[in-house]
């Protein structure tokens, strides 16, 4: 500790030190809470279509449009160790040749100090509701659930799903050249 | 240039030395106390990460640059043995070793 760079150094690894025993502090105090929230999803326009699909092993596949409604408030949420949300809407159901289907059809990042009161209306899906064959149409249940990715300054990146769902059928006749 | 920097005086003494790091330590852990239970009361991390490097900056200041209050028990070197002294103790073992091996 006799020259200024000896004293330097020793000072500025024990801030480091201090500082990452704080950062430790502040995912222990957060680590074990519950992240979900209640979740409002409403449906407004349902509709199929049988096209080509280029991804795909076979010919032609359904593709599905839904137009939907989501509200959530996602206030108790954001504490002290979360930096952002990652939200996406879920799709989720069963045909004859898969048991178990899940598809992406929106997504929304949410930092913190935007507003986090979700109202969002008439919203259509970000991405395509392509089926791994032809198991969309007249299919009776078709759960849409929000969840989220809650991304932390410190720890692990849970996934967490609203308490919330809904149930939409779709129709039994596919739309034919029709915009939509 | 850098000659101009090294010949500025830091040093201080062993307690000096002691009480510098004391003193920073102290600070620095203060600093992270009041950061950690402030941050906890409004919910951000950042103002945590502020008030840590404002600890960090006065300890800086405080304890660097060589203060008077580090200087204050200086070690007692003994004083310095005069020269001439030496050599005329040298030249009378040499007449005796030389007397012996006749």
Known sequence: MNTVLSRANSLFAFSLSVMAALTFGCFITTAFKDRSVPVDIQVSKVMIKNVDDFTGPRERSDLGFVTFDISANLQPIFDWNVKELFLYLTAEYSTKSNALNQVVLWDKIVLRGENTKLNMKDVKSKYFFFDDGNGLRANKNITLTLSWNVVPNAGILPLVMGSGHKSLAFPETYETAKSY | ?102
């Open chain 2, 1 to 102: 240039m850098l000659s101009v920097f090294k010949s500025i005086p830091t040093h201080m003494d062993y307690k000096g030395q002691k009480l510098a790091e004391q003193i920073f330590q102290g600070v620095i852990l203060v600093s992270a106390v009041i950061g950690f239970i402030y941050g906890f009361t409004i919910q951000q991390f950042g103002w945590t990460v502020y008030i840590m490097l404002a600890g960090f900056t006065i300890s800086c200041l405080l304890t660097l640059p060589p203060w008077p209050m580090y200087r204050k028990n200086p070690l007692n070197w003994q004083p310095a043995l005069p020269e001439t002294s030496g050599e005329t103790r040298d030249k009378p073992q040499e007449n005796q070793k030389k007397k012996k091996h006749k």
